[in-house]
């Protein structure tokens, strides 16, 4: 037996959730294969180690495609004030500025998945296989098959890459990637500090790596701590109050007291772009397309904008009765997301190589540049707007508005 679908996306997670919920109540038929389902949500239970700053356009997506309200009352941190430095005092960005409630949400990457899957199942033109896995695909311009783990086979006029980096659908369609590895990793600390809920996020700038702040529910923090490899090993392998006595010497005063560090994790930094979004009859969302230095958190927001602007186009092209899987449509969506992408990556590379260069008369025109821009009110708003999504070139689940007619 083969289920036949407009659209298959393989890949449940947060991007790939995201777009089934905006093409739910359409008139194409979408499956969703996804390999695990996140383990529900308890109160009380310890906070998850992943997490993402959650950009205002995002939150946008996740209403209009009614997830919000299940990610709202799990749990979330709002942050309304966000400070970049190195030497000096650097800048602050906050959210009063732009007259904005908060500058975004720092959330769990499970709680946000969850909320999608939740929503995701409540759609009649939506199947949602979990667990399952890809054994084989077969691609093919004018529509794909995938045969399941289970023997289950499934065909499709469009498949949809949100299966992460290494990607099974790009890698059957043939579509290759320019990537190297920064000479960085970075270690993710959740903690419980001596103080409340924070609403501030901020990133100091060192010469061994940027060292970042993210407030979570309650007296805890995510902390991210950018070093070389060798040295977030090394760190990694340190014992609780080792580590703890490691953060009081490496972490600015702004730290604060940490009662006690919860749990630790590292991952290298790796920066991919995939040499083309689409071809004929496959489209790639997320970090099938595209991973980026987490240094502004944009990850996720931009994978989010990548399923806004695929749901669009995929959903007017059928109202015209047009072939949404050909690649002329495809090419719609890949002009709306590539361009921005590679310069959200660019502008990551260059603070990348900037901030890590220690020669002191850079070190001195950085510090420079970053006290300016406090003082420069107009081009701080600008910057502020940008990145949490209220100007751009912004898909309209982006902007609140409904796909629908």
Known sequence: ????????????????????????????????????????????????????????????????????????????????RMK???????????????QYPELGYIIENRL??????????????????????????????????IELEDGTRLAARLLVAADGGRSQVRQAAGIGVTAWDYEQSAMVLTVQTAYGQQDITWQRFTENGPQAFLPL????????????????????????????????????RELGDVVQILDR??????????????????????????????????????????????????????RQGKDFGSLDILKEYEAMRRRDNLTMMTAMDLFYRVFGNASLPLKLLRNLGLNLAQRLYPARLAVMRRAMGLEGNLPRLARGESLAA
Request: with cysteine; glycine share 10%; proline share 6%.
């Open 1 to 80: 037996m083969t289920g036949r679908y407009d659209v298959i996306i393989v890949g449940g997670g947060m991007v790939g959730a995201a777009l089934a919920c905006s093409l739910g109540d359409t008139p194409l038929k979408v499956a969703v294969i996804e390999n695990r389902r996140p383990a529900p949500f308890e109160d009380g239970q310890p906070l998850d180690l992943r997490v993402s700053a959650i950009s205002i356009a995002s939150r946008r997506i996740l209403d209009v495609v009614g997830a919000w309200n299940a990610i709202a009352a799990m749990r979330l941190c709002p942050f309304r």
């Open 84 to 98: 970049v430095w190195e030497m000096t005092d650097g800048t602050e960005f906050r959210s009063r500025d732009v």
């Open 112 to 145: 946000v998945q969850l909320g999608l899957l939740q929503r995701l199942e409540e759609f009649p033109n939506i199947d949602l296989l979990c667990p399952a896995r890809p054994r084989r695909i077969d691609y093919s311009a004018e529509g794909s098959e």
């Open 217 to 252: 529910p309650g007296p805890h923090a995510s902390l991210v701590w950018y070093q070389r490899p060798e040295e977030v090993r090394r760190l990694h392998a340190l014992d609780s109050g080792e580590l703890l006595n490691a953060l009081y010497e490496a972490f600015p």
């Open 265 to 318: 994790g590292s991952f290298p930094l790796r920066r991919q772009h995939a040499q083309r979004y689409v071809k004929g009859g496959v489209a790639l969302i997320g970090d099938a397309a595209h991973m980026i230095h987490p240094l502004a958190g944009q990850g996720v927001n931009i994978g989010l904008l990548d399923a806004a602007a695929l749901a669009q186009v995929l959903v007017s092209a059928h």
